[in-house]
T-cell receptor
Framework: DAGVIQSPRHEVTEMGQEVTLRCKPISGHDYLFWYRQTMMRGLELLIYFNNNVPIDDSGMPEDRFSAKMPNASFSTLKIQPSEPRDSAVYFC????????????FGSGTQLSVL | DAKTTQPNSMESNEEEPVHLPCNHSTISGTDYIHWYRQLPSQGPEYVIHGLTSNVNNRMASLAIAEDRKSSTLILHRATLRDAAVYYCILRATLDSNYQLIWGAGTKLIIKP
């Protein structure tokens, strides 16, 4: 398996534009997580899905952020409209369904909002 | 929520053992202790995890205190490639849903 695949690797956009980040989890994994990482706040869980269903989105900053998982092999995180404070590295991770399962992270998307 | 506490940074010499401590005094009986590390410009990667007994794998060893309120990640012979931020995490359930609660991490500096 190629691991968790995220795209794009880097995204530079202007304030007010819509940004869509994409993630392909490892096949067979039941859980998918979206994290955001900044120097100030570290790693923050934004939302996670179990079997394509959003379970906890309490970490989503505000209504400008939305996430979907239309099927087991694809998820998106959308920011509309984007703001400079959204600049961060966004990670997607997936795992199997048990306490004993480890998280596999993608390489991340470096987002810069100018 | 169960939380972990780690030192902000640690230094070690190359080819020497490294002991990275983590306190988790509010851990519950079903919480697994996970360790991940993050190399520069990469996503976190799994290192090791355990519940009650000490664990060994090819990367490291995990020593868990008898009362489970603390644990120590042991790198037996650190190399320059082990320089990273190490996260001690509790994988817990909250209302039957899985949670992964991240600490601030320890930045490990390896001196040649």
């Amino acid at each position: 398996d190629a691991g968790v695949i995220q795209s794009p690797r880097h995204e530079v956009t202007e304030m007010g534009q819509e940004v869509t980040l994409r993630c392909k989890p490892i096949s067979g994994h039941d859980y998918l997580f979206w994290y955001r990482q900044t120097m100030m706040r570290g790693l923050e869980l934004l939302i996670y899905f179990n079997n394509n269903v959003p379970i906890d989105d309490s970490g989503m900053p505000e209504d400008r952020f939305s996430a979907k998982m239309p099927n087991a092999s694809f998820s998106t995180l959308k920011i509309q409209p984007s703001e400079p404070r959204d600049s961060a590295v966004y990670f997607c991770a997936s795992s199997g369904d048990s306490f004993n399962e480890k998280l596999f992270f993608g390489s991340g998307t470096q987002l810069s909002v100018l | 929520d169960a939380k972990t506490t780690q030192p902000n940074s640690m230094e070690s010499n190359e080819e020497e053992p490294v002991h990275l401590p983590c306190n988790h005094s509010t851990i519950s009986g079903t919480d697994y202790i996970h360790w991940y590390r993050q190399l520069p410009s990469q996503g976190p990667e799994y290192v090791i995890h355990g519940l009650t007994s000490n664990v060994n794998n090819r990367m490291a060893s995990l020593a868990i205190a008898e009362d489970r309120k603390s644990s120590t990640l042991i790198l037996h012979r650190a190399t320059l490639r082990d320089a990273a931020v190490y996260y001690c995490i509790l994988r817990a359930t909250l209302d039957s849903n899985y949670q992964l609660i991240w600490g601030a991490g320890t930045k490990l500096i390896i001196k040649p």
